[in-house]
């Protein structure tokens, strides 16, 4: 990694959340893809209990829950994104049976086989995959779904750069074949993995960030971790463009056995 750029630990998390708080999304995504991966999950009903969690604002949520009849819960660790979640849910009207809870997804609240559905779009790496795919297992039925989105390698070998890179901010970074390998030695049934289009970094993800990097500069002047942070948000939209034909984001679809 240049000497210039730190790495994403080394800034403070309420920076971080600060900062992604002003986007609708917290990570790549669309909501076509959350749609799409909707497709693949069967039996919900108006009685099913969904837990999205590390929903940060909820923006995926609220796509899911047009899609659903069932009770929505979001987790997040961070109380400014629940609040926004709360408040986009009762924008949207959803807020009889769709509600964001703080809490944190290695210590979670819900009961053994209760649920129905867990999602989770670019957030498990903050577990870890396998372990959040084995640790999260034990609160669904069986039979329930699991879907997650997660950074993936598209090859076998890459560039340096952006080994380095990856292998830095997410050491858990891996093939598609050894996820869904990961998976189905986690107790699932791999039902379906696709890999997230180009818009949904482009269009969905960095677009919004240009003005928003503007805008919270002027806001922060002169705080050094600010433009640091800025620094790095750039640093890692350009090796996307740069080297996008060897990663990207990946949905991953599970069914209990």
């Known amino acids: 990694m240049s000497e210039d750029i730190k790495s994403i630990h080394e800034f403070d998390f309420t920076l971080i959340c600060e900062y992604f708080s002003n986007l609708e999304r917290q990570g790549p995504g669309s909501p076509e893809i959350t749609i799409k991966a909707l497709s693949f999950v069967e039996n919900l009903t108006q009685e099913s209990k969904i ?108 560039p340096a750069e952006i080994e380095e890179f990856w292998q830095d901010a997410y050491p858990g970074i891996d093939t598609i074949a050894n996820k869904v390998g990961q998976m189905q030695k986690a107790g699932y049934v791999p039902v379906a993995s696709f890999i997230l289009p180009e818009n949904c970094w482009t269009e969905h993800f960095y677009a919004p960030q240009v003005k928003l990097d503007e805008k919270f500069l002027k806001e922060n002047q002169g705080n050094k971790a600010v433009e640091e942070f800025i620094a790095n948000q750039r640093h890692e939209a350009q090796l996307y463009y740069k080297y996008k034909e060897y990663y990207g984001y990946v949905f991953y679809i599970g069914k209990k056995i």
Not at 97 to 121: H, N, T, Y
């Open 51 to 158: 837990a999205d969690i590390g929903c940060g604002s909820g923006g995926q949520t609220m796509i899911l829950s047009q899609h659903v009849e069932g009770q929505v819960t979001g987790v997040d660790l961070f109380s400014r994104f629940i609040d926004l979640f709360n408040k986009n849910a009762s924008r949207l009207k959803l807020d009889d049976r769709v509600k964001g809870v703080v809490g944190s997804m290695d210590d979670l609240s819900f009961q053994d086989e209760e649920l129905d559905l867990i999602w989770s779009e670019g957030a498990i790496y903050n577990i870890g995959f396998e372990k959040g795919l084995q640790e999260w297992k034990r609160f669904l039925k069986r039979g329930a779904y699991i879907a997650v989105s997660e950074v993936s390698w598209f090859t076998d070998e890459r």
